[in-house]
């Protein structure tokens, strides 16, 4: 059992706190590439809009964590919707995008969605 599996199993509340950290450090990362919008090639109001979905993801998560609700299988749920909400959105500004995005800024987004999705089905997985 890798570390992560163990560290989520010890108690159903800390895979909203792994999410949470998780869109943190997006929310973080987008405004920094703002700042190098001529290297990643992404405009920064996508970027910012990117920031402030996973701003809201980060307090919606948090709250979870800390309020510890009930029925926190349904929390979950409606999390991992919004997570695939997130993605989906990040994939059509890909999409739209993609001829002004450089590379780095493709690699970048892909690999977020790669991490976010496999947070989606560890929530998926847990929730039911």
């Given amino acids: 059992m890798?570390?992560?599996s163990h560290f989520i199993n010890q108690d159903n509340y800390r895979i909203f706190l792994v999410d949470s950290l998780g869109a943190l450090t997006s929310?973080?990362?987008l405004l920094l590439l703002s700042q190098f919008e001529s290297i990643f090639g992404i405009p920064s109001n996508?970027?910012?809009g990117l920031a402030a979905i996973a701003a809201c993801l980060c307090f919606y998560s948090a709250s979870c964590f800390l309020s510890k609700p009930k029925q926190w299988s349904s929390f979950l749920r409606i999390l991992a919707y919004l997570n695939i909400l997130y993605s989906g959105i990040s994939f059509f500004a890909l999409y739209f995008w993609f001829d002004?995005?450089?590379i780095?800024?493709?690699l970048y987004l892909l690999g977020e969605k790669i991490i976010v999705i496999g947070l989606v089905w560890v929530e998926w997985q847990r929730s039911v």
């Fill in 104 to 106: 780095y800024g493709v």
């Fill in 100 to 102: 002004t995005i450089a």
């Fill in 46 to 48: 996508i970027l910012y």
């Fill in 2 to 4: 890798s570390y992560f």
């Fill in 27 to 29: 929310c973080i990362f």
